[in-house]
């Protein structure tokens, strides 16, 4: 998708995208499109450049280098008549912990100069929405984390944005509120809104993106989709063998050249297969014995975890 | 027509939050003015006003109730912006990042600093006006011009909260904050010339009085409400006081603009 011209329908176009602090280059040189009605991710560890990215789409964090183009529109020029049509649920909650659950969401309205007529209904059917209504007349700090994220995002839509940036959406929930989040943000997407998150949870991107790039050192390492990217960076399946504490080591020579790729955990090895039945009765057929053994599909984990580092052996 | 301007969006923020606390906010504007003019005006003043005719007289020839309260309307001026502009600014940066929140949406730095500046400028009204009733009801006011008091007590009040608004953007943690209240408005509180006219401060250290903002803002008070104002120093005093507001908002600015746009 990203060529050099962007499409028509392009919502954020990036090349060569940077952001520098200092001596440090947080985002180094990346390229990408959003079109309209997808939901994007950035997917990659702490660190990787993901929310310097997120908040650079924001207009909130000036660009180092390179070109950016929300909506069209150049941050560095029109950052408020961007921002004006972006909703932002940042890494972190920063509600009004003075306010209301309404009052937070009617102040928001007013930063947009939305007019009180316009906000009022609106309040009403995002609470509805993230199912806080009875909540509504309560202070916000003693909500649940659960709550605070839903709120938070509630008011990210009070301006009814293009564009959703979710940063780190549903770290540290529960995974009942993170199911009831996703199921939020997946309405969201049916209902046309384009979403561009970052995660380093697999899941949530499985769940949520068409689309996504890997993020790792600053750079984009691997885009594509979830699928693209599974069949791209490893195999369809994978066979987990563990074997009883300390034989591990006389057993992995044993096992070479069983999978196309091999990779030995301190707890476990990996076999990266296309047919993880056969694997396992050549794993037998060669007289091993694990203690346990699963078979399972390529999971986005798998790439994340071969893209970004941990000690391989292939 | 066009819209109000977006910084009064952000002062919409802060009345919304005030309106949770705006009974005790007043009962203490209310009070406070009555126990220092009580205490320290009749109090206090009551040995004062039986020393010398010397003591009198350098009290600019009226009561010491007369003497004090106008020069404690801008030293509570002070007090007020010195903790409107302390532990708001880091909790509004740094422990609730309001001002994140806000730069979120089409707001920018300087809506947030002119929001916050006005949203102290009203604070200082209300406190002002407040004072000034409880004066009149003491009758420590001895000319209408002390109806300009107010304004003079916001000025004063901006004089010093506009630079500590800048420093405290600067601030990492609040450890420095309680240093300011305590090594800056404490003294100045006390040695500005609100409680003894600084003639009584010895000459070589007098200089430095004549320097705090505060001493401009007592001394206009002060002024307006015996009716001793002259143009020529209530000019300066404004000029000296409005200098201090907007290099602070200079340097707010500066502050917020690099603590908040990284």
Same mark, same amino acid.
């Given at each position: 998708m990203p060529s050099d011209a962007a499409a028509p329908s392009t919502l954020i176009e990036a090349r060569g995208l940077t952001k520098r602090f200092g001596q440090f280059t947080? *985002?180094?040189?990346v390229d990408f499109d959003v079109a309209k009605g997808e939901a994007f991710g950035f997917l990659? =560890?702490?660190?990787?450049?993901k929310s310097s990215t997120m908040r650079m789409i924001g207009c909130v964090s000036p660009v180092s280098d390179g070109k950016l183009r929300v909506l069209g529109l150049d941050p560095a020029t029109d950052g408020p008549t961007i921002r004006g049509r972006l909703g932002v649920v940042p890494q972190d909650d920063n509600l009004d912990?003075?306010? #209301?659950v309404e009052e937070n969401l009617l102040i928001y309205g007013r930063f947009f100069d939305l007019p009180r007529s316009v906000i009022r209904p609106r309040i009403d059917e995002l609470l509805d929405f993230v199912q806080l209504t009875d909540r509504?007349?309560?202070? *916000?700090? =003693?909500?649940s984390g659960g709550m605070k994220r839903r709120l938070t995002i509630a008011r990210s839509l009070i301006n009814n944005p293009d564009v959703l940036l979710l940063d780190e959406? #549903? #770290?540290?929930?529960d995974p009942q509120a993170r199911h009831v989040l996703w199921d939020r943000l997946y309405r969201l997407k049916q209902q046309g809104v384009t979403l561009v998150l970052t995660t380093h949870y697999m899941d949530e991107a499985e769940q949520l993106c068409d689309r996504l790039v890997v993020m790792d050192k600053a750079q984009i390492v691997a885009e594509g989709s979830p699928r693209q990217l599974i069949e791209q960076h490893s195999t369809r399946e994978v066979v987990e063998l563990r074997f009883p504490v300390g034989e591990q080591e006389t057993m992995v020579p044993r096992?070479?050249?069983?999978?196309p790729r091999l990779e030995v955990l301190p707890d476990r090895v990996l076999l990266y297969t296309n047919d993880a039945d056969t694997t396992v009765l050549d794993v037998h057929a060669r007289g091993l014995t694990p203690e346990n053994v699963v078979e399972r599909r390529s999971t986005l984990e798998d790439v994340f975890l071969r893209l970004t580092g941990r000690s391989l052996v292939e | 027509m066009r819209a109000a301007p977006p910084s009064m969006r952000v002062v919409e923020t802060y009345l919304l939050a005030y309106k949770r606390t705006w009974k005790f906010s007043l009962t203490t504007m209310l009070i406070n003015p009555i126990m220092f003019l009580l205490g320290m005006g009749i109090g206090l003043g009551s040995l004062v006003d039986k020393g010398t005719s010397d003591a009198t007289s350098s009290l600019g020839g009226v009561d010491y109730l007369t003497f004090l309260a106008p020069g404690l309307l801008a030293a509570t001026a002070m007090q007020v912006a010195a903790s409107e502009s302390t532990y708001p600014i880091m909790a509004k940066i740094k422990w609730d990042r309001i001002y994140e929140a806000m730069l979120?949406?089409?707001?920018?730095v300087r809506d947030l600093l002119i929001g916050q500046l006005s949203w102290i400028a009203l604070r200082l009204t209300q406190t002002t006006v407040i004072f000034l009733v409880v004066m009149v009801l003491f009758g420590a006011?001895?000319?209408?011009?002390?109806?300009?008091a107010v304004p003079a007590g916001v000025l004063t009040g901006l004089a010093i909260g506009a630079p500590i608004c800048a420093f405290s953007a600067t601030?990492?943690?609040?450890?420095a904050l309680s240093t300011v209240l305590r090594f800056v408005v404490i003294p100045m509180f006390l +040695?500005?010339?609100? +409680?003894?006219?600084?003639?009584?401060?010895p000459s070589g250290i007098r200089w430095i009085a004549y320097l705090t903002p505060l001493w401009h803002g007592v001394d206009l008070c002060r002024s307006l409400a015996l009716g001793t104002v002259d143009a020529g120093s209530a000019v300066v005093h404004v000029a000296y006081l409005a200098a201090f507001v907007a290099g602070g908002a200079y340097l707010a600015y500066k502050a917020f603009q690099r603590r908040l746009v990284l």
């Open positions: 947080a *985002v180094d040189g990659g =560890p702490n660190g990787a450049g912990m003075e306010l #209301t509504r007349k309560d202070r *916000v700090e =003693p909500l959406p #549903t #770290t540290g929930l096992l070479e050249g069983i999978a | 979120a949406t089409p707001l920018v006011v001895e000319s209408p011009w002390v109806v300009f601030r990492t943690n609040d450890y +040695f500005s010339g609100t +409680f003894f006219p600084i003639s009584q401060l």
